[in-house]
């Protein structure tokens, strides 16, 4: 027997599926498809407010250069300004990588939730629902991969 994915709650092997604790052979899956379902706002937004988040700190670095190179201040009070302002953009680089990791890690995760649905003789059953699309797309893949040898035949 081949075991094609298995985590706590999915196990796909060359002998059947076990989705949430339902237990499929499977010859019982007559067709095997996806879905996707609406795109969560939510999502969108934390990741602009992300995106805003590094985007500020460098903004308020570069007015700053720029004020110290317009107003007619002293040289003192200019580099202090210019300094400021390096500074300020400067030091929002470790920042930048743990809210850029975020960002990466909400595109792993998805914006919609992804279901995978089975045609068996009872009729179509929901196997998954899950806002994880890396996940879904392991799932997905192995799924496909335990079905191939049993079409070949």
Partial sequence: ??????????????????????????GELLQVWHTRGRRSWGTIAGRGAVGLAILTPVVVGLLAVGIALIIDASTATTIALIG?????????APLADVLL?????????????????????TGDLLLLSTPDAARFGRIYRALQRALEPATRR
Avoid: F
């Fill in 101 to 121: 990791e975020r960002v990466d890690r909400s595109y792993d995760r998805g914006s919609r939730v992804r279901e995978i649905w089975a045609r068996t003789p």
């Fill in 1 to 26: 027997m081949t075991t094609y994915y298995r985590d706590p709650d999915v196990q796909i092997t060359s002998a059947g599926v076990r989705i949430n604790g339902r237990e499929l052979r499977l």
């Fill in 84 to 92: 400021g302002g390096v500074l300020v953009g400067l030091g929002v």
